[in-house]
């Protein structure tokens, strides 16, 4: 069973920095694309960061330059560093990933994380 575990969240005033870190376990062969979404309280789930096993990476217009998605193969961990926040950025942080399981057959599934909630105050 896959799981993506979370951690890194909390409470930091606006200017501050938070690190979120998702550990991936569970009967994984290999991992594809690792992201992070977010969903602030009324509004949808949003992409922030998206990272391929390559290394390329991809970000939300409101981020770039502010956040940096990083991920490290041997640990099946994906990391998101995020400096300057802001009130704006306060939501509930899901870890994305695409995986290939010893059970789950030639095609990768999509798992998510529980979230781990990141509030700015202002």
């Known amino acids: 069973q896959v799981q993506l575990v979370e951690s890194g969240g909390g409470l930091v005033q606006a200017g501050g920095s938070l690190r979120l870190s998702c550990a991936a376990s569970?009967?994984?062969?290999?991992?594809?694309?690792m992201g992070w979404y977010r969903q602030a309280p009324g509004k949808q789930r949003e992409l922030v960061a998206s990272i391929r096993s390559g290394g390329s990476t991809n970000y939300a217009d409101s981020v770039k330059g502010r956040f940096t998605i990083s991920r490290d193969n041997a640990k099946n961990a994906v990391y998101l560093q995020m400096n300057s926040l802001k009130p704006e950025d306060t939501a509930v942080y899901y870890c994305?990933?695409?995986?290939?399981?010893?059970?789950?057959?030639?095609?990768?599934?999509?798992?998510w994380g529980k979230g781990t909630l990141v509030t700015v105050s202002s």
């Open positions: 569970g009967g994984i062969i290999s991992i594809g694309a």
């Open positions: 994305n990933a695409d995986i290939w399981t010893v059970v789950g057959g030639p095609y990768a599934m999509d798992y």
